[in-house]
């Protein structure tokens, strides 16, 4: 995966809200601290110790302890934690040149204001108010969690952090609050208990971000945030909903082995790196709508107790390969771009694909629910659906929903068309198997799955019954059989014969008219042997004039209709009764020309009784008889 580029607009975007916001020493005096009053000897104290006569504090009164270290620029003074990088016109304020040890002298003052206010006010939490704030990159990375005590409450409004942060000092924190920061080093949360929300909103995230074995009681909420360098959270617990709103992840994601108690909701937010979900347990609801996977997803193995619902989803490359579907699922309105898998997946209540859109390509879809199990209803009505081979061997307790296509058959000549394409540019699956290969091999793959699934859809609805279903998904899986290059010649001759004479058994009229063709067609050959018997001695021409005189012709129509209604009778034809026309050919004209022409009665005979037969078996299928 190639390094995410962060937009250096971004960046720039942030710092102009941030100089907008104006955490100058005359701007901080216009910003309230809300719970906290002042009273008429300048000390800070608790609202509900303030008199009638104090008033409310800024934050100029909770930093007063810096006014003797302000820092003149072209922007104004600045207390050295509000200190910016660079001053609006991109001079440097030279903070980002500043040593570690000074770094830690300038915030050891806050770290005195903060244990003071805490000595004074024992049964009041403190949260300082670091709103604003510049922490620098120099700054010991676990320094602003250092700030917090047991039970404490970290809060950051509108602040940079130009290094690394790693929250792990402290076992339980109250909650931690993030509004429109700037992270642009590597940010990690390790082994903490969260009591209340743990909330990033607006905040930008250059670096990677971590959070590993840590537990949310109630819950995790990002929203409108932008996360540029890799996201993983490893073996957490989740007691409060996850809820994602809004944001985009432009590197790696990773949500894995841990669990999700209250609901996981995925709103309006883009993935466009590498997502895992995988091995992780949802162990609530699901829900993920308007959301954008561009890069590959991967939700194997995931367990997913309650109800899941994946609405208007766009995914890229995706993978549920062997998760596990225990209450309704549903994928309605969603789209599947690219490669698709759901191979060995457990669907144990209803699926819905309704309205889904599915790959045009069959090399990203073949085989998608090999060996899947959908053991109650399952929806695949779409606009278009013609992915039959997505359900090769995928086994169904009820016959899934599909559409009501009044086109015939032209979803399954789709189907075709797009496997003999996918064969011709030799895709392989599953996706760890990229390589070209022969094209007959690629033809059975591709054949093959579509006779599987076509076999699997049959059997679904042949379990209920469904027997014009059924007898579709038989013609089709018969169909693509004659495609595949192991299909045996005589078999596939038959098959073709079986298919261009009644459909696979279906069509009623087809076999009756082909009757009437072969009526017709032996009448002549019963004429032309009796023309050529009685005639061949003689010149052509005397041939050619007779040919046109006589009623051989209509004879031999009568004698070739006699083997349709009464099949075989030209083998009852004897020297007694045997009309004058019929002994030219069956006696007269010798021993081989009468061989021959009782050889054909019968050969009509044969074959128009299996066309009517066909028609029968149409009539029946079609009327559900017997």
Same mark, same amino acid.
């Given at each position: ?225 932008? @996360?540029? %360098? ?7 617990? !989740? *007691?409060? /909903? =996850?809820?994602?709103?809004?944001? $985009? +992840? &432009? ?19 883009? @993935?466009? %790196? ?7 347990? !949802? *162990?609530? /609801? =699901?829900?993920?709508?308007?959301? $954008? +996977? &561009? ?19 766009? @995914? ?311």
């Amino acid at each position: 995966m190639p390094k995410a580029i962060v937009p250096a607009s971004e960046i720039q975007s942030w710092w102009r809200g941030w100089r907008e916001e104006d955490f100058s020493w005359n701007g901080l005096a216009r910003k309230s601290w809300l719970g906290w009053s002042v009273n008429g000897s300048g000390e800070l104290i608790p609202d509900d110790l303030a008199g009638e006569t104090d008033r409310s504090a800024t934050l100029q009164d909770y930093w007063a302890f810096e006014a003797d270290h302000l820092v003149n620029g072209p922007d104004g003074e600045f207390t050295e934690f509000h200190l910016p990088l660079h001053w609006s016109d991109d001079s440097d304020t030279l903070k980002s040149s500043w040593s570690r040890r000074r770094c830690s002298a300038i915030f050891g003052r806050l770290a005195s204001q903060i244990k003071s206010l805490k000595e004074k006010y024992p049964d009041h939490q403190i949260i300082a108010p670091l709103d604003g704030v510049v922490f620098p990159h120099l700054l010991k990375d676990n320094y602003i969690p250092s700030l917090v005590s047991e039970h404490d409450t970290l809060s950051l409004s509108i602040s940079a952090v130009c290094g690394k942060l790693n929250i792990g000092n402290v076992d339980t924190i109250e909650q931690l609050e993030l509004n429109n920061c700037l992270f642009l080093g590597p940010f990690r949360i390790d082994d903490i208990s969260f009591r209340e929300l743990v909330m990033l909103h607006k905040c930008l995230l250059v670096g990677p971000f971590r959070i590993q074995t840590s537990k949310m009681i109630n819950g995790l909420a990002f929203s409108e945030a932008a @996360f540029f %360098g890799p996201v993983r959270i490893l073996a957490c617990e !989740f *007691n409060g /909903e =996850v809820a994602i709103e809004d944001c $985009v +992840f &432009a590197n790696s994601v990773s949500l894995a082995t841990g669990t999700a108690n209250a609901g996981v909701m995925i709103e309006k937010t883009r @993935f466009l %790196g590498q997502s895992t979900f995988s091995r992780f347990g !949802f *162990n609530s /609801e =699901v829900y993920v709508s308007e959301t $954008v +996977f &561009a890069g590959p997803t991967r939700w194997v193995a995931a367990k997913f107790p309650g109800e899941v619902n994946f609405y208007k989803v766009h @995914f890229g490359p995706a993978n549920f390969s062997r998760a596990e579907f225990e209450d309704h699922v549903s994928f309605e309105e969603s789209t599947f771009s690219e490669i698709m898998e759901f191979s060995h997946v457990h669907f144990a209540k209803y699926a819905s694909f309704r309205n889904s859109i599915f790959p045009s390509d069959a090399g990203m879809f073949t085989g998608a629910f090999r060996d899947a199990r959908f053991s109650d209803g399952a929806n695949f009505v779409q606009v278009n659906f013609y992915h039959f081979a997505a359900f090769d061997e995928a086994t169904f307790k009820r016959p899934p929903l599909l559409n009501d296509d009044e086109r015939g058959d032209w979803p399954f000549a789709k189907a075709v068309s797009l496997a003999r394409r996918a064969s011709l540019s030799s895709w392989r699956r599953p996706e760890t198997e990229r390589q070209q290969m022969p094209l007959e091999r690629a033809r059975e793959y591709f054949f093959g799955a579509l006779e599987g699934g076509c076999r699997s859809l049959k059997l679904a609805m042949e379990a209920k019954r469904a027997r014009a279903l059924e007898q579709k998904f038989y013609r089709y899986e018969l169909r693509a059989r004659q495609s595949r290059p192991s299909t045996g010649p005589s078999e596939r001759i038959v098959s073709a014969a079986f298919y261009l004479s009644s459909n696979f058994g279906h069509a009623i009229f087809r076999p009756i008219f082909l009757t009437g063709f072969v009526l017709l067609a032996f009448g002549l050959a019963f004429a032309l042997i009796h023309y050529l018997a009685v005639n061949l001695p003689q010149s052509t021409n005397i041939m050619y004039d007779r040919w046109y005189n006589n009623d051989d012709l209509a004879r031999g129509i009568n004698l070739s209709g006699r083997q349709v209604f009464r099949p075989f009778s030209i083998w009852d034809i004897g020297t007694k009764t045997i009309d004058p026309w019929e002994n030219d050919i069956l006696i007269g004209g010798g021993f081989f020309i009468g061989l021959a022409t009782r050889l054909a009665g019968t050969l009509e005979s044969m074959i128009s009784i299996g066309l009517l037969f066909m028609s029968g078996l149409a009539i029946k299928r079609r009327f559900q008889l017997g």
